[in-house]
């Protein structure tokens, strides 16, 4: 059996003497991942990086196999190797990808926020507001999602500063009281409450990577979140 798709490469390791496996999120067919033949030689590692969009034929002679895979380059993210705060946002994007997605299984919404998390990235533009919503993004698409549109105990809209670590809703400052210091805090702008300064930035990730680490972790086998996440907010951190 066989299939065609577009997708982003997530990682490629050796697989013997000259191959490599390759794991893709693709369009259709989710994180996929498939053997290129020859993959390990000098002229295909370029097409081989992380954040690369390419247009795959996955083979297999079952459906449960492996397979292999014969690639198209279809668009070069290279650009991004020569920016240590992207390239440390791509490596956090795509090891998120790889430690929560179940294998094959499609996911078109987080799809298209990847690849435009990634273009960005690539064009030099300000992603990191728009990686911190990707990673909302993917709180919800793996049924973590965060409500912040009222308060979890008075109902209002207005004055949201913290977040419940037990149901991810938004709690006012009225509806906090004494409890106030066992929230998270709720920077202004996942409220979308003005432009978002680095540090609120930095502040929302360990927002979501309270939920990724301590919800959503325990569920997928109680492993820890990749390292590549943790470095990238340590980087924003002494940048803000």
Same mark, same amino acid.
């Given at each position: 059996?066989?299939?065609?798709?577009?997708?982003?490469?997530?990682?490629?390791?050796?697989?013997?003497?000259?191959?490599?496996?390759?794991e893709?999120?693709? +369009?259709?067919? =989710?994180?996929?991942?498939? !053997? !290129?033949?020859?993959?390990a030689?000098? $002229?295909?590692a370029?097409?081989?990086?992380?954040?690369?969009?390419?247009?795959?034929?996955?083979? +297999?002679? *079952?459906?449960?196999?492996?397979?292999?895979?014969?690639?198209?380059?279809?668009?070069?993210?290279?650009?991004? &190797?020569? @920016?240590?705060? +992207?390239?440390?946002?791509l490596?956090?994007?795509? %090891?998120?990808?790889?430690?929560?997605?179940?294998?094959?299984?499609?996911? @078109? %919404?987080?799809?298209?926020?990847?690849?435009?998390?990634? @273009?960005?990235?690539?064009? #030099?533009?300000?992603?990191?507001?728009?990686?911190?919503?990707?990673?909302l #993004?993917?709180?919800?698409?793996?049924?973590?999602?965060l409500? *912040?549109?009222?308060?979890?105990?008075?109902?209002?809209?207005?004055?949201?500063?913290?977040?419940? /670590?037990?149901?991810?809703?938004? !709690?006012?400052?009225?509806?906090? #009281?004494?409890?106030?210091? $066992? &929230?998270? /805090?709720? /920077? *202004?702008?996942?409220?979308?409450?003005?432009?978002?300064?680095? +540090?609120?930035?930095?502040?929302?990730?360990?927002?979501?990577?309270?939920? &990724?680490?301590?919800?959503?972790?325990?569920?997928? =086998?109680?492993? /820890?979140?990749?390292?590549?996440?943790?470095?990238?907010?340590?980087?924003? =951190?002494?940048? =803000?």
């Amino acid at each position: 059996m066989d299939w065609q798709d577009h997708g982003t490469i997530l990682s490629a390791r050796p697989h013997g003497e000259s191959s490599m496996i390759v794991e893709l999120f693709s +369009a259709a067919h =989710g994180r996929h991942a498939g !053997v !290129v033949r020859g993959g390990a030689s000098r $002229k295909m590692a370029g097409m081989l990086q992380p954040g690369n969009r390419v247009m795959a034929t996955w083979r +297999a002679r *079952l459906e449960d196999h492996l397979g292999s895979y014969t690639l198209e380059p279809l668009q070069s993210r290279a650009v991004i &190797l020569s @920016d240590r705060q +992207a390239l440390a946002g791509l490596n956090a994007a795509t %090891a998120l990808l790889r430690f929560t997605l179940p294998e094959r299984e499609p996911h @078109d %919404a987080l799809f298209a926020a990847s690849e435009a998390l990634f @273009d960005a990235m690539a064009e #030099g533009g300000d992603w990191v507001p728009l990686y911190l919503r990707w990673e909302l #993004g993917l709180l919800e698409e793996m049924g973590y999602g965060l409500d *912040l549109s009222s308060c979890a105990v008075t109902g209002s809209r207005d004055d949201l500063a913290y977040v419940s /670590p037990r149901s991810g809703r938004a !709690v006012s400052r009225a509806g906090a #009281g004494e409890w106030a210091p $066992k &929230l998270l /805090p709720l /920077p *202004l702008c996942l409220l979308g409450q003005g432009p978002a300064s680095l +540090a609120e930035i930095v502040q929302g990730l360990r927002l979501t990577g309270f939920f &990724l680490g301590e919800r959503m972790a325990p569920d997928l =086998g109680d492993r /820890p979140l990749p390292e590549a996440r943790q470095r990238l907010v340590d980087l924003l =951190g002494r940048m =803000g």
